[in-house]
């Protein structure tokens, strides 16, 4: 649920018996919110959860990898940093995807990694967020090929439905850029 009170939409909800994996909408920010939760099943209670939101041009390219084969080598991954500021401190976030069908092929059938791991973060040089230190949450969850595709041929539907959306958003936000430079620079034109 979302802080106003309203449910968010869930692009895919993937269940298994020890976790579930929810892809939301979050294009009003250029991004699509990924959220991994372990939960005990005979108590029906969440153990962890885990979230992190990842750019739209980020969840493209591990779509366009994933449907394209180029993802299907041993050792192939995606990570993204990123984080946000919580309550007076630093939150750092990873999100990674690997391909790992394990030596031997002992994950042959689930070969599709899934982590997200919270922590401590610290603000760099150029001002993005990296972890600093271990991380508080580390969930991670295996998927099969199948389902791992079909999530992946999900979420490409809703971009290309929803990039107007998506364009929309960025217009937006580029005239407001443009709009307080030229508030902080009167009498000077701006360069685009």
Not at 18 to 43: G, H, M, P, Q
Not at 145 to 170: A, N, P, S
Request: glycine share 8%; aromatic share 10%; charged share 30%.
């Amino acid at each position: 649920m979302n802080n106003d009170g309203t449910i968010k939409y869930a692009i895919v909800e993937y269940t298994t018996n020890k976790n579930f994996c929810n892809v939301y909408d979050a294009v009003t920010i250029e991004r699509l919110e990924w959220e991994i939760v372990s939960y005990d099943r005979e108590k029906r209670v969440h153990l962890d959860r885990a979230n992190a939101y990842l750019p739209i041009t980020r969840c493209k390219l591990l779509v366009h990898q994933v449907l394209s084969g180029l993802a299907y080598k041993p050792g192939w991954k995606i990570e993204v940093f990123g984080g946000s500021f919580r309550e007076g401190s630093i939150e750092s976030r990873l999100f990674k995807v690997e391909y790992d069908p394990g030596a031997d092929n002992k994950f042959a059938r689930f070969p599709w990694r899934l982590g997200i791991n919270i922590g401590p973060g610290k603000k760099t040089a150029t001002g993005g967020i990296a972890p600093e230190g271990k991380p508080t949450t580390s969930i991670s969850m295996r998927f099969p090929d199948d389902d791992w595709v079909g999530i992946c041929l999900e979420i490409r539907d809703f971009l290309l439905v929803h990039q107007r959306d998506l364009e929309t958003v960025r217009r937006a936000e580029q005239s407001a850029n443009m709009t307080n430079r030229r508030k902080d620079n009167p009498g000077r034109s701006v360069a685009a």
